[in-house]
């Protein structure tokens, strides 16, 4: 079945790089994606990569995708207090019909 | 802006009660899903409609149902509540069933704050 996990908090301090970790289960993933969720708001769609890309950068974003250990993680550059939001990891399955399944989301801290 | 309004934004209940919550998505998009979000449970997935039709179930409890229509919007329905719904309901809509080049992405609406007390 489809499993996304992640870790609940980080913290870091301002300037420093963030990496925010996700694992999934499920190896027939088309898309998995990186939603950021700001105090107060919606999930937002932040970056996705698609499942046949090791890599993708995206100004200070970089997201790493590890297929054989299905890891995937987000790098977040010179983090900033703007940054601090809770991250959701989410796969895409597509049979069918398309199911997005998230993670419970990693809260980001930034301290100044 | 995503594009999708839900409401109500916030409602304050009593347990045993019955309350719908409306969701209204972007403009052309076919697929509704519902999350409810909770501190202790993070963000699960409910359910998803397709242009009407449910399309996938998740951790949705018997007490809950929820309906697309016509017009393409949805309700969400709770039933007989619990302390333990109070959380943040979320829906989200996207363009399609996923097909072709669609990257799936997912548009989020603000959510309604339920506080059953």
């Not at chain 1, 550059?77 to 990693?106: H, L, M, N, P």
């Amino acid at each position: 079945g489809e499993d996304v996990e992640q870790s609940l908090f980080l913290s870091v301090r301002e300037g420093d790089s963030s990496v925010i970790n996700c694992t999934y289960t499920d190896s027939s993933s088309t898309y998995l994606y990186w939603y950021k969720q700001e105090p107060g708001a919606g999930l937002q769609l932040l970056t996705y990569i698609f499942s046949n890309m090791d890599m993708k950068q995206d100004q200070r974003l970089t997201v790493l995708l590890n297929k054989k250990d299905k890891h995937l993680s987000l790098r977040i550059a010179d983090t900033q207090t703007g940054d601090s939001a809770i991250y959701f990891c989410a796969e895409s399955i597509r049979r069918g019909y398309q199911k997005v399944t998230f993670g419970i989301g990693t809260k980001l801290q930034v301290i100044p | 802006d995503s594009g999708v309004t839900q409401t109500p934004k916030h409602l304050i209940t009593a347990t045993g009660q019955r309350v719908t919550l409306r969701c209204s998505p972007r403009s052309g998009d076919l697929s509704v899903y519902w999350y409810q979000q909770s501190l202790d449970q993070g963000l699960q997935f409910l359910i998803q409609y397709y242009n009407g039709e449910e399309r996938a179930k998740g951790n949705i409890l018997e007490r809950f149902s929820a309906q697309q229509f016509p017009d393409l919007h949805s309700e969400l329905n709770l039933s007989s509540l619990e302390l333990g719904d109070s959380a943040l309901y979320f829906c989200a809509s996207s363009r399609s069933l996923g097909r072709g080049t669609n990257t799936g992405e997912l548009f989020f609406g603000e959510g309604s704050r339920l506080t059953v007390l």
